[in-house]
């Protein structure tokens, strides 16, 4: 009987000990970071070159002596989120990660035959390390952004918000101590901070469900939801049924509900958002994939004003889960365009906190 207990209480402690339950930074925690000045940031490197260059820029561009000045109205800095300033690789994507538990996890949901073949495959497909490795089978990005809209079709958005925060509870995968409402790169929010204290306009240009990123976002970084950008689900009224847009009339009765995927927000579409939904270029452009190139290299060709371009390579293989070919390949790319290196493993003093580690 003895045995039985002590062995029932180890597990217990395993279980408690596999949530990391105490030792990750709060969401309240990471929102009270603030940079304002060079000296402030304390989660990089103390050499680290893309540091130096960025602040060089704030100082130079924000200075009204400067031929270089950039009025308050035009400092608009754009970043792309998973893999730039959140973890993607606790296997895979936050939103992706949200779809699985959705269709395959959640025993208050049963999803199409469809869309359970198609979660499971994608399911596989991440279990096998196909993701960092680039070795998704062609169209698997738009085909889940497909069963993902579908798997939460018919959901308010306020339901679908809980949904969300509930899931920011669940410890990530491979790492310790950290959930994913807490995996923000806190290099990468000092940025976001440093740049809001200079009043720098900050945008969020995700290929991820825009909604669910307005809530893991949004709080922490002190970004209003209408300045986060990304791939939005169709949004019907309850009683619209098969009728068209057009011709419907919102009802006293109505309330909104989730529908499928309108159009992926990656690549050339990221550029096209910009301009629909800020209508001026940016000055200051943060991404990690080559999925990022064309946002990057808008910012930074034919700008009347001072800009730059910065990349995130994924290097860091002891803290994180970095893969080295896809990391030199980043290189190459951010070499090739002129954008500045953000070396995860040389520049970040830490990544998620020192509590957080890689389970081996």
């Not at 029932?8 to 279980?15: F, K, N, R, S």
């Not at 390579?313 to 889960?321: M, Q």
């Not at 030199?328 to 002129?338: H, I, P, Q, R, T």
């Amino acid at each position: 009987m003895r045995k039985k207990i002590v062995a029932a209480l180890t597990a217990g402690l395993i279980a408690l000990g596999s949530f990391g339950v105490v030792d990750a930074m709060p969401r309240e925690q990471i929102a009270k970071i603030q940079v304002k000045k060079a000296k402030d940031f304390k989660y990089w490197t103390k050499n680290s070159v893309a540091n130096q260059k960025l602040v060089k820029f704030v100082t130079d561009v924000t200075d009204k002596k400067s031929k270089n000045f950039i009025p308050v109205e035009d400092r608009l800095a754009v970043f792309d989120m998973d893999g730039t300033f959140i973890g993607e690789t606790m296997p895979c994507y936050f939103e992706w990660m949200l779809y699985l538990e959705r269709a395959l996890n959640d025993p208050n949901f049963t999803p199409s035959a469809e869309d359970l073949k198609y979660a499971k495959m994608v399911d596989s497909e991440i279990r096998a390390g196909h993701f960092m490795t680039g070795k998704f089978p062609k169209g698997i990005d738009i085909g889940e952004a497909k069963s993902q809209e579908s798997v939460f079709s018919g959901m308010t958005p306020k339901d679908y918000e809980a949904y969300v925060r509930k899931f920011m509870q669940k410890p990530v995968e491979g790492l310790t101590n950290l959930k994913w409402g807490e995996a923000f790169y806190l290099p990468m929010v000092e940025v976001i901070k440093y740049l809001q204290a200079n009043q720098f306009t900050v945008y969020i240009v995700t290929g991820s469900d825009r909604p669910a990123m307005r809530v893991m976002g949004s709080e922490v970084l002190k970004i209003p939801y209408n300045q986060v950008i990304g791939t939005n689900p169709a949004i019907f009224a309850a009683n619209q049924g098969e009728i068209s847009a057009d011709d419907y009339a919102y009802r006293h009765d109505d309330y909104l509900i989730r529908g499928g995927l309108t159009q992926k927000n990656l690549k050339m579409n990221k550029v096209v958002a910009i301009e629909h939904e800020i209508g001026k270029q940016p000055v200051l452009a943060f991404g990690n994939s080559g999925g990022d190139t064309s946002m990057l290299n808008y910012t930074i060709t034919g700008n009347k004003y001072k800009s730059l371009a910065f990349f995130v390579i994924c290097d860091d293989t002891e803290r994180e889960f970095g893969n080295i070919d896809k990391a030199n390949k980043c290189v190459a790319l951010a070499e090739k365009n002129g954008w500045i290196k953000i070396s995860m493993r040389d520049d970040f003093k830490t990544i998620y906190g020192d509590k957080v580690k890689r389970l081996q």
